[in-house]
C-alpha cells in the first residue's frame, strides 16, 4: 500500500526490538518528512558503525576497531591489571557498565548478547553460549582456577538462562574442579533486571555472590 522503497524502510524498523507495524510507519514517515539535515546524520551514523565498530573476539563486547588492536580486542581483555580468569557472564553490554559503575569488579566480562527464553526453543542459539564455554575450558585446560559469575537478572529468562549456563559448564567443572561457578543473587531481589538495580546493591550481590 505504501511505495515500496518506504514499504522497505517500515519492514526494517519492525524488527527493531518492542516496535510493532504501526509504530514502525510513524518513524518512518518521521524521516522522510523531516527537514533538520536527520537523514544524513543517520547515513552518516550508520555508515561509520559499519565501518568502525566491531565486537571482541573474546568477550563479544563493541570495540572501536582502530583502538582494538591487530586481535581486535576490548581494553579489559587486553589488561594484565584485571583479572583474565574472573568471568562475568552478562545479557548485554550496559549491564557491563552498570557493573562497571560499582568499582567492585577487577575481573573480565563476557556478553551474551541476548537472554534464553523458555518460549523460544532457539534461544540458546541466538547467544554466545559455545564462544563462553570455549573460554571457560582454555583457561581452565592452563590448571588456573576460574570463577564464572552469572551475573543475570533474577527474572524467569535469567534464571532459565543461568540454570542453562551451569548445565554446559557442568562437564567442565567436574573434570576440573578449580572452576567455581557463582551467580549475583543475594541483595539482587527476585525479578529484578539488573539495568536498574542501583550501584549499592550490584556491589552487595557482588560481595554475596555464591
Ligand atoms: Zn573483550
Known sequence: MYPKPLQNLIDVFTKFPGVGPRQAARFSFFILRETQGLKAVLTAALKEIERQIGFCGHCFRTIEKETAGKELLCVFCRDPKRNQTQIAVVEKES???????TRAYQGIYHVLSGIISPLDPDSPKKIHLRALYERVKKIIETGAPCEVI????????????ALYIERILTPLKDAHPQLKISRLGRGLSLGSELEYADEVTIKNALTNRR
Open 95 to 101: 549491564d557491563m557498565q552498570t557493573i562497571e559503575q
Open 150 to 161: 552469572l551475573a543475570i537478572s533474577t527474572t524467569t529468562e535469567g534464571d532459565t538462562t
